[in-house]
């Protein structure tokens, strides 16, 4: 059997000193694990306590079972792209199954199961029978699954059943499940890779596919086979992040699949194949989910965390490089006779030993610490893609530095996954309190009911948190300025006229209760027909494809109404000269680029929340209720239609 495995040269390196650079070669995700977690333990005095450890296994599990089942496929020198999206798919099709389509919930977890790995033969039919590029094929699947969620879900978060969302608990109060889950999945990797036929011929394939065809294996089954287990593994992590969640969400995992593969790459497995195993790919999610974690507890900003994760990844590879040309190989899991095995266990002892002296140390490092002097919030914002939230940041910050308070901000970059796992490394940090602008409303409960539990009282700003304690909710009404938007819109136009609607993110609830408000509003107008509507995701550029497309279709429209300005702008740029003529555009949020067109006529309107403000009053009102005071339970900010006539006195 073809596998990249290298023998070391006798007498090239010698006494102690070889021995342990060969060790560190050999294991050398390890090494960086244990690096990074001397360096977070000496760094953060939170990082290294049991709940917090325990939230770095919870938050690389979705990631590890995602990687296992990469791991099969790069292992024979395959990618597969969608794991992603058939993640989120598998999760819609439970969801919807058991509740929508009344379906017990048992068969309803196997139809999600089947979901996954349906997609998986139908990715390794294209690549074995269809011989299109690997990347290629799960690319389009990448595209067909995500929009096979959004198809069935129609873009809203479903409900995850009671029965199944305990799969995102702890058993007996602390062990988190995700974690048993992962285990257990780690476990099979290892066996099928180690112990079985078809183990022995993703090596084969991967070190060699010509010569494993020459030799007997039937390459082409054995691929089927192959994303088959990676599109159960995508199932099986899409369950256990909807179960976090506590609800399915279609825009779930996106870029997962990226994390999967970077996770088996510094592992130690090789793009090239014939290389890889279960542990290498577990240490390697560790490490992401280390640095994320670290990071957070750190202040360190979210766009900088994606650029220390692009480094570690780069230097995996330049490790694996390294280590190659010095004659260290990773022997193919199953390979290894009993020196190589006992070698390993002597790896792991070493590592527990280290890892022994490092909570030794840090406990003498930080034990002396005291409370910091200034009281210390933590701000995990939906998304910074966006100037509404911006300028919430903005406020907040102004608010935090005049009350002397340490604000830590993160961006959840629109994933209701990473605002869980933002929110959890809140709750095991030293804070004093908690704003939150969710995702999704549903999906951030369950973090902040593990905030609840740790009495940090949790401030929402802009969007409310359901089935959980929120001190106060600080927001303005999307509803109700949905409706002043189709009155604004509808009053220019005569109360007639033909309108698009550019709609917001689908499954977020700041486009669904726009959209809501909009529609309810137009009720009283029976002259305005909505002739089209389609999302354009809250951004400039897609508002400028999406009615550059509708123009097309629609080229005598007289109004359009977009859920937020950026796409209101790109409306604008879409229409040229029409734009504040003969077609009458209004947006949503009051940014200062929407004001800009507002006051240069092309912007009819713009339905102003003032978010600088909303951050004000939410730090504001979370350093009250850290300080035990009391706090209004709904906090509104008014909204207001800001026109050509009175945008010079608006500040928003």
Not at 28 to 41: D, E, F, K, P, R
Not at 192 to 214: H, Q
Not at 215 to 242: C, D, E, H, N, W
Not at 535 to 551: C, E, I, Q, S, Y
């Amino acid at each position: 059997m073809a596998t990249d495995t290298l023998k070391s040269k006798p007498g090239a390196q010698g006494g102690a000193t070889g021995g342990l650079r060969r060790l560190l070669l050999d294991n050398g995700a390890l090494t960086a694990l244990i690096v990074l977690v001397i360096a977070m333990s000496a760094l953060s005095g939170d990082f290294l306590t049991a709940d917090n450890l325990l939230n770095v296994g919870v938050q690389a599990a979705v990631t590890a079972i995602l990687a296992f089942g990469v791991t099969f496929v790069i292992v024979s020198a395959g990618i597969d792209l969608s794991v992603g999206s058939v993640a989120a798919l598998s999760a819609t099709v439970l969801a919807w199954s058991a509740t929508e389509a009344g379906i017990p919930v048992a068969l309803a977890v196997v139809l999600a199961v089947v979901t996954g790995i349906a997609c998986g033969l139908v990715n390794g039919f294209l690549v074995s029978y269809g011989k299109l590029p690997p990347f290629i094929a799960t690319l389009a699947m990448l595209s067909v699954a995500r929009g096979l969620s959004l198809v069935i879900s129609q873009g809203s978060p479903i409900a995850f059943p009671d029965s199944v969302s305990h799969l995102g608990d702890t058993l007996g109060g602390w062990l988190p499940v995700p974690v048993l889950v992962m285990v257990v999945m780690g476990l099979l990797t290892a066996f099928v890779l180690g112990r079985t036929y078809i183990g022995r011929s993703m090596y084969a394939i991967g070190g060699n596919e010509e010569a494993a065809r020459l030799s007997g294996l039937r390459v082409k089954r054995q691929k089927l086979a192959i994303y088959a287990f990676s599109g159960l593994f995508a199932a099986a992590a899409g369950i256990v992040l909807a179960s976090r969640l506590a609800s399915a969400q279609p825009q779930a995992a996106q870029g997962y699949e990226l994390d999967a593969i970077a996770a088996v790459v510094i592992g130690g497995a090789s793009l090239a194949g014939g290389t890889g195993k279960a542990s290498g790919t577990l240490i390697g999610a560790l490490i992401l989910a280390v640095l994320r974690n670290g990071l957070n507890l750190l202040s360190v900003s979210a766009f900088w965390q994606q650029v220390v994760i692009g480094v570690v990844i780069a230097l995996a590879v330049l490790f694996d490089t390294v280590r190659r040309k010095a004659g260290v190989g990773a022997p193919a899991a199953g390979a290894s006779g009993g020196g190589n095995k006992g070698k390993q266990a002597l790896t792991y002892v070493v590592a527990a030993v280290v890892a022994v002296a490092v909570v030794g140390a840090t406990s003498l490092l930080h034990s002396g610490s005291s409370a910091a002097a200034k009281p210390k919030i933590g701000l995990s914002l939906s998304t910074l893609n966006n100037p509404f939230f911006v300028q919430i940041r903005d406020g907040a910050e102004e608010e935090a530095r005049k009350l002397g308070v340490d604000l830590t901000v993160t961006d959840a970059q629109n994933d209701a996954s990473q605002q869980a796992n933002q929110l959890q490394n809140f709750t095991s940090g030293s804070l004093s309190a908690v704003v939150v602008n969710p995702v999704d409303s549903d999906a951030a409960g369950p973090s902040v009911r593990g905030a609840n539990k740790a009495d940090i009282p949790v401030v929402a700003v802009d969007r409310g948190v359901n089935k959980a304690d929120t001190s106060a909710l600080v927001a303005s009404d999307n509803v109700e300025g949905g409706a002043l938007g189709a009155k604004a819109l509808a009053e220019k136009l005569g109360g007639k006229g033909t309108i698009v609607i550019l709609q917001g993110q689908a499954g977020t609830s700041a486009s669904r209760e726009r959209g809501a408000g909009f529609a309810e509003g137009l009720k009283d107008y029976p002259g305005i027909k909505v002739v089209a509507k389609q999302p354009a995701d809250f951004d400039r550029t897609k508002g400028l494809d999406v009615m550059t497309n509708l123009l097309q279709a629609h080229p005598d429209i007289d109004g359009v109404f977009a859920e937020n300005d950026e796409m209101a702008l790109g409306a604008i740029k879409a229409l040229g000269p029409k734009a504040g003529k003969s077609v009458q555009v209004v947006g949503f949020d009051g940014t200062p680029d929407g004001l800009k067109a507002v006051e240069a006529g092309t912007l009819y309107a713009s339905v102003a929340q003032q978010p600088s403000e909303l951050g004000r009053i939410a730090v504001r009102n979370a350093l009250r209720a850290a300080e035990g005071e009391k706090v209004e339970k709904m906090v509104k900010v008014p909204v207001k239609v800001v026109t050509k006539e009175n945008v010079a006195g608006f500040e928003g």
